[in-house]
């Protein structure tokens, strides 16, 4: 019996049965098996099993790559195209390793250090092997007291040795092959080179986790697309800064605080000032727990402005050419222009303007 063994980090092993026939594998809960996974296609690919072998053939644009035991090598699978699956594959789909047990191991041709004769050199060299064990049935009757048993005893324990020295030594050298396909400074490039800030990268039982950052969800889709066609051992968890700002406000204005998002780097999110201690740290505590991907929270060194008091100054604004500001007492107030005392207005955005406080910038909300 064929069974497959289903790995991906984070989640427990599964492991199933593979009876004789062909057995489709994808997202659709029509497929013989189904993984739920939002790289799978609905049929990403197909198993032909025999009693004691098992083929691989990819669906029409889908991605899969096989890491061979034998060599050590990753090979990416030809959609439409059969691929013999061996003892000691791995078969990697996105995320996902999946290995079988109950075939047999591949076989690796060796070069034959003799050749085919023709027929009748053949047929003569036949009867000069006859004579020769003529001879030495001859020799054994003239000149006793031989051991020629003993001698062809070591000859062939000693060619035993050396095909088990050999055998090992393909074993180590297939091992070392494997482990340089996945180097993990060559990952790390790899995935840096997908536009993401790699935060952290770890290996599990042959399997590579990465913690990646990207600015917003149209990144995030971008780098998973260029997960899939890295055809590597690797998953990943995709942390968006923009979605950390949106959770982090959202939870801060259900806490009635008085603090507002002014920024996000590296998972670290800056608030805006808050004098009471005890509210600093309930409000660390439940952004930390409830924001996927917060590093930490820190909060912004109290102003020596008024910055409320500047925005209720506000009465109106100006987002087109040359934008500005309208103040309480009628003036208009432009980028580079004193919006108050010891504040100077820098950049007008949307829902917020950002001003200079004694060489610091401070972002002043405004409705």
Not at 288 to 313: I, M, Q, Y
Request: some cysteine; aromatic content about 4%.
């Amino acid at each position: 019996m064929i069974v497959a063994k289903l790995s991906r980090s984070g989640v427990e092993d599964r492991f199933f049965s593979l009876d004789p026939g062909e057995h489709r594998l994808g997202s659709d809960f029509g497929c013989e098996i189904a993984l739920i996974h939002p790289v799978l296609a609905p049929e990403h690919l197909v198993l032909k099993v025999g009693e004691d072998t098992v083929s691989i053939m990819p669906k029409p644009d889908a991605f899969a790559v096989l890491l061979k035991f034998s060599t050590g090598q990753a090979t990416t699978l030809t959609p439409g195209e059969w691929t013999p699956w061996h003892l000691g594959d791995r078969l990697i789909v996105a995320d996902i390793s999946i290995e079988i047990e109950g075939v047999g191991p591949e076989e690796v041709a060796q070069p034959s250090r003799r050749h085919r004769l023709p027929e009748g050199p053949r047929t003569r060299l036949a009867l000069a092997l006859a004579c020769l064990v003529a001879l030495a049935g001859l020799a054994g009757v003239l000149f006793p007291g031989g051991e020629p048993s003993a001698l062809a005893h070591a000859e062939t324990q000693d060619e035993a040795d050396r095909s088990a020295e050999q055998a090992e030594r393909s074993a180590e050298e297939a091992d070392r092959a494997a482990r340089a396909a996945v180097d993990p400074s060559a990952v790390r490039t790899r995935l840096a080179g997908l536009g993401a800030t790699v935060a952290g990268l770890v290996e599990r039982g042959g399997q590579w986790h990465a913690t990646l950052r990207v600015a917003d969800a149209a990144e995030r889709l971008k780098v998973k697309a260029g997960l899939v066609a890295l055809g590597l051992p690797v998953s990943a968890d995709i942390l968006v800064d923009r979605e950390i700002e949106e959770a982090a406000g959202l939870i801060l204005k259900n806490l009635g605080a008085g603090s507002r998002v002014l920024g996000q780097k590296d998972g670290v999110v800056t608030l805006s000032a808050e004098g009471d201690p005890a509210l600093r740290d309930k409000i660390a505590a439940a952004l930390t727990s409830d924001v996927p991907g917060l590093v930490g929270v820190r909060f912004e060194a109290p102003s020596p402005v008024d910055l409320a008091a500047l925005a209720e100054r506000v009465t109106g604004i100006w987002h087109g050419d040359n934008p500005y500001v309208v103040v309480d007492d009628g003036d208009i107030v432009r980028p580079g222009d004193p919006l108050g005392l010891d504040a100077t207005l820098v950049t007008i955005a949307r829902g917020y303007l950002l001003v200079e406080v004694n060489g610091q910038k401070k972002k002043v909300f405004v409705e």
